[in-house]
């Protein structure tokens, strides 16, 4: 046999070894392409891909083995545009004429009639209490399955007033690199938002690459019970579980995840206190915070370094220097992106 | 170059074919030796090998794409040992004595006191409210890195007196290759358990293959804050969050995975919402219930089918018929497995 079984051996090697040079040549190729293209060459793309080189590199003493590779985003202001209002309250208000259609004593209430009247000064000047009150009423009563379609109509319908696209066109094209970036290196990648998640949740996996059950956010109880159908329902009840903001960030995370993050990413001062956590464990950390400093091709609102100050998504200059003297890294949304959005 | 290269592709061609049939026949072998081993050939075998083919075989009208390939399991009775009493109530009972030497004055106060004095008798009769005053005390107070610390070294220390053997290995052989063959199916397998989240992110990863952000249980609030050495801490707060038995595991499982199951494993009356939930969905569904009728190998409680009563894990023969009229599948540990531990 050796004799017939010899040469056939000789040309599969010669030819597996013809395979293995192809692949491995494209896989050189590959690595040469940039997978962050929209990020211009600086700190901030230079800190990132050293830092994922060092955490998925084996035999480095950096390396992260992938069950713990857990990279955790804010979204408003971080993934995507947060100006002038948090879509979601958009959402909010928009849903009011369906509301007082169904309830039509509500038309001369407070603060449905403000909001009916489209006077967009006398609803930004709307009471916090209001405010609660409409996101109680237009978050909550309704089955999950009937939530979820509502946002997703919503999502096809409205349109941003300044770029006239679907909000979610609006988000940052280098963050969405960074995403797949990060997830084509076995990281896995979860929102982590002071938004609904349940309804971050229904457009999170068509426009991020992020599943649901990678999604943590502000959340309220849900009912189980049963429909006319004699069907099971999970009804969306206005009982506070989570305020995934600050200090609940963390808190979210150990409930969600139950891991602490390598890589965490925000905007504002609402997601220091996720920073701080994930920057105190052990081994390489990398914590990076996005500064809207390009009033130009998106707002410029902060108030770090002189910027003016808004009403979302607070960056304070003590948040800045904070980030410095922790070693944390800023994007300057001006410096480090070529581009903002994916339509630029 | 043609007749150069022609002969060189019809070797490569022949030898590629070679490879791959070698592959196939691979596949087949592999397909053909059983990954149920420890389950005897029955109803309860036959319909969990029919119900993974028709959800993963693609081509099929009852495919399932893998994103949604979620299956979740209980843990007490379904997954390992839930008898004479829960392992996390008898992890409970094993703190006191550390937590009477850290605060001598709870020695003469009850339900301490009982505890310290081993009467296993007096300490079945302790009132509920004594009982949750124990949980309360040790599961909560500490931050979640102490009580991880502590889980751990109670499942090094610890044995079940029936059989000799740390806690974690009276799982059940046939739920493990269970667990193991949806996973080798691209299913996601989830705990879904009354027991305490953070209790069982401990082990679940080791023990089960499953990870700690798939272990959705009882949960608790924790608290951020800073340590003494300025780290940030989390810290076990006794403020309930969700309560994850009965109605609450399909809340549970919307609020941390957010999408419903496929397929749903439990063996008591506090697993039915998750049960009829998983079995309402559109498509192909699975729900099972685990049988506890093996006095000789396991343990026979009930009281379905005429079974003693037991303070856990009751299956009703309420539930029984249920399951029978629903189509659920009831699965006898007397008949339908080969063995109960690996150690068997």
Redesign the interface.
Known sequence: METIVSP?RR??CR?AAAVCATLLLGIAAHAQSDPLPSWNDGAAKRTIVSFVADTTTPGRQSFVPE?ERIATFDQDGTLWVEQPMYSQVLYCLDRVPALVKAQPELANAEPFKTVMSGDRAAIARLPKEDLEKLLAMTLTGMT?DEFRAQVAQWLDDARNPRWKRPYTELIYQPMKELLAYFRAHGYRTYIVTGGG??FV?VYS?RVYGI???Q?VGT?G????GYGKDG??T?TKEPKL??NDND??K??GI??????RPVAAFGNSTGDR?ML??TW?GSGPRLAMLVLHDDAAREYAYGPAQGLPDSKVGTFTQALYDAALNNGWTVISMKNDWKRIFAFD
Do not use: C, N, S, W
């Not at 109880?221 to 189980?224: D, G, S, V």
């Open positions: 056939l040309v599969f030819t069950a999950v998640q349940d949740r996996e599943p649901p059950e999604v959340a109880a849900t009912r189980y069907k099971p999970l579980l989570l200090a609940g963390p808190e150990h409930l969600m995840i139950g891991r206190e701080e956590y105190a």
